[in-house]
């Protein structure tokens, strides 16, 4: 087990529950474990606590995918260490797995938990630190933690690790080999989550399409079991690769709980390129899994991420990218400008793109994904669509609350309409706002309110 702990004294058992803060930042599956944590921290008679709130105990799930992500991550942490000195804290994420020694001498941190130990953290941070458990104060409420942070949708983990050896990818090394949770765990989770109340799962994961490659099943076979053996009113996807996809994927969304979005990491429209990246999937292979999701799922959104300015990139390789971006009409694009990552083998190859060209071209992406993002904005006008209203309980009278549809578009509401907090409602899209990031909308019919 890869745990390095320092110790301080063993907290004492005071009458009241504690107050756990949990921390994260990066991909979806950062936040799926942290939702587990904060269920099974509730079940040992924690108290998962905000923003400005003393915390007794904090848990960061560091990121490490860019050398941003690693400064980010160590900011949070030293943040969390100056708002709660007496707090143990403790470390995971793909940061603590590829530099758990330079963690463990950060000032504060006691206890680093390596990400292949990180699905019993709560009972490795526990133990480690001496902290005796209180189920007679547990929160029999598996969402009560998300109502807590103003969060409606569930992240459900399902898979980690990946198989495959992208150049740019330090993920990998972090989080090691393919592993799933069974089927009928995911469908425990799932079904607890929905009977305190949440409406939408979103099933997340390293590579989430090579789901079961090691239980002998595969993703398919986990979202039809989902859609038949849950009452969940909502299951959406995680980043999912554009590969490994399983046969009879389009036909699970002809239940209309499976909802139409799905964002396929492409990162360059150059083939030059994705050889360089060594991607499984090329441009031609990408433009037939969209023209066959398309054909048979016709309100499907599709978002992306895209690596600009890759080494080797040349100008003749970027016209190609923008141009296949425009083709694919993504109503939404990560754009990423590259930054070596040491211990990749991207962060060795020759030929790299200057910071100015770099630039230009991540300016120019962005101006033709507002164009695109726009443009699938406007097709929505005028069409009906049933709409899961987040946030906190409360808003002030001037806010308006805001979801997303179905296929992952934002959507507000003027505000004073009583609508509530975790509502699915049946809107009808009249018009873009202002920003031109957000559709507009006002109710078909009358609304719960709060």
Wanted: a neutral charge; glycine letters at 8%; charged letters at 25%.
């Amino acid at each position: 087990m890869s745990v390095q702990f320092e110790g301080r004294q063993a907290l004492s058992c005071p009458s009241s529950s504690r107050g756990v803060r949990l921390e994260t930042l990066g991909c979806r599956l950062n936040e799926a474990e942290l939702e587990g944590w904060s269920r099974e921290f509730e079940r040992r008679g924690f108290r998962v606590v905000g923003d400005g709130e003393p915390a007794d105990l904090v848990v960061i799930n560091s990121c490490a995918v860019t050398q941003e992500a690693v400064r980010k991550s160590r900011q949070i942490l030293r943040r969390a260490h100056r708002a709660n000195p007496a707090a143990r804290l403790v470390v995971s994420g793909c940061l603590a797995a590829l530099e758990a020694e330079a963690l463990a001498r950060e000032s504060g941190v006691d206890l680093v938990v390596s990400n292949r130990d990180k699905d019993r953290l709560v009972e490795i941070a526990l133990d480690a630190l001496a902290i005796p458990a209180m189920p007679e104060l547990a929160i029999d409420d598996a969402a009560a933690s998300l109502f807590t942070r103003g969060r409606q949708r569930a992240f459900v983990k399902v898979q980690d690790g990946c198989r495959y050896q992208c150049t740019f990818c330090i993920t990998t090394q972090a989080r090691g080999e393919e592993r799933s949770r069974a089927i009928p765990e995911v469908l425990e989770t799932v079904n607890r989550l929905a009977s305190n109340g949440i409406q939408e799962v979103v099933l997340s994961g390293v590579h989430l399409g090579g789901y079961g490659s090691d239980l002998g099943t595969d993703l398919a076979d986990l979202i039809a079991r989902l859609l038949a053996e849950t009452d969940v009113a909502r299951i959406r996807l995680g980043s999912l690769e554009p590969w490994d996809l399983p046969e009879g994927f389009w036909r699970l969304f002809e239940n209309g709980r499976l909802m139409p979005h799905l964002h396929l990491p492409l990162q360059s429209g150059s083939d030059a390129v994705l050889k360089r990246m060594a991607r499984r999937c090329k441009t031609d292979e990408f433009a037939r899994l969209v023209g066959a999701g398309r054909a048979a799922v016709p309100d499907l959104n599709l978002t992306t991420d895209i690596i600009v300015g890759f080494p080797g990139e040349t100008e003749d390789d970027w016209r190609q990218t923008l141009d296949f971006v425009r083709t694919m009409r993504f109503a939404q694009i990560h754009v990423f400008g590259f930054s070596p990552r040491a211990g990749t083998l991207a962060a060795g190859l020759p030929d790299r793109v200057d910071a100015e060209t770099r630039k230009r071209r991540c300016q120019e992406l962005k101006t033709l994904a507002d164009a695109l993002r726009l443009d699938r904005l406007r097709e929505q006008i005028g069409t009906r669509a049933q709409v899961l209203f987040e946030g906190p309980p409360a808003l002030p009278p001037d806010v308006g609350r805001s979801g997303y549809t179905p296929n992952y578009l934002p959507v507000r509401i003027a505000p004073g309409l009583p609508i509530a907090s975790n509502q699915l409602c049946d809107v009808r899209l009249t018009a873009i706002d202002e920003t031109g990031a957000s559709l507009i909308a006002e109710p078909v019919d009358r609304c719960g309110g709060v």
